[in-house]
């Protein structure tokens, strides 16, 4: 029993100084630190869930071009989760987030064009930052999307061939509703 005690004390104060060590560096500036920590109070680790606070050690890391710090507060102020939505905000961090190449970014700025959310719809520029993400980042949700759009020729060229490749590719990469979508169109008709 008193093995037990201990140790609960002893993981309490560890966890103690482990926060009390990035809140130390992230005052003091350290970018990664500073993502760290908002992650923390975003996620409740170590940290009672504080979302202003998350949002001010993002702010903080993003500032200095921390690359996950950027990615992180444009997905919180394009879906909205916990936050006000600031789409216009959202999309000036992915494109600083583009900058970093990061793909996920690419895909969500592609939702943006397509969505005409934060920006002017424009199906053009979405299909170049999907296929971005799809053919650079290899992200199968993007691969999908591609596909679809490809397939259905709906906001651009119809080209059946390649939207079946993409479509293949996606499912391939474990996104589920590639073979869906590959069942409802009964895309094997059209294979050679």
Do not use: H
């Amino acid at each position: 029993m008193i093995k037990k005690i201990v140790f609960v004390l002893l993981i309490a104060f560890s966890t103690t100084v482990f926060s009390q060590t990035y809140i130390r560096d992230a005052e003091l500036g350290d970018k990664d630190a500073q993502y760290r920590l908002g992650r923390m109070y975003e996620r409740a680790d170590r940290m009672p869930k504080d979302m202003a606070k998350a949002l001010y050690w993002y702010s903080k890391a993003a500032e200095q071009d921390q690359p996950q710090a950027i990615q992180t507060l444009a997905e919180l102020y394009f879906y909205g989760v916990e936050v006000e939505r600031k789409p216009r905000i959202a999309y000036t961090l992915f494109l600083k987030s583009a900058e970093f190449k990061n793909v996920e970014a690419y895909y969500c700025l592609g939702e943006m064009y397509f969505a005409g959310q934060g920006v002017d719809r424009d199906y053009n520029k979405a299909f170049s930052w999907y296929k971005k993400a799809a053919d650079e980042g290899n992200l199968a949700k993007a691969q999908y999307r591609i596909g679809q759009l490809l397939f259905e020729g709906e906001y651009v060229k119809q080209d059946k061939a390649m939207g079946i490749n993409y479509i293949k590719m996606a499912f391939q990469n474990g996104y589920p509703k590639a073979y869906e979508y590959w069942t409802e169109q009964q895309m094997w008709k059209y294979e050679k």
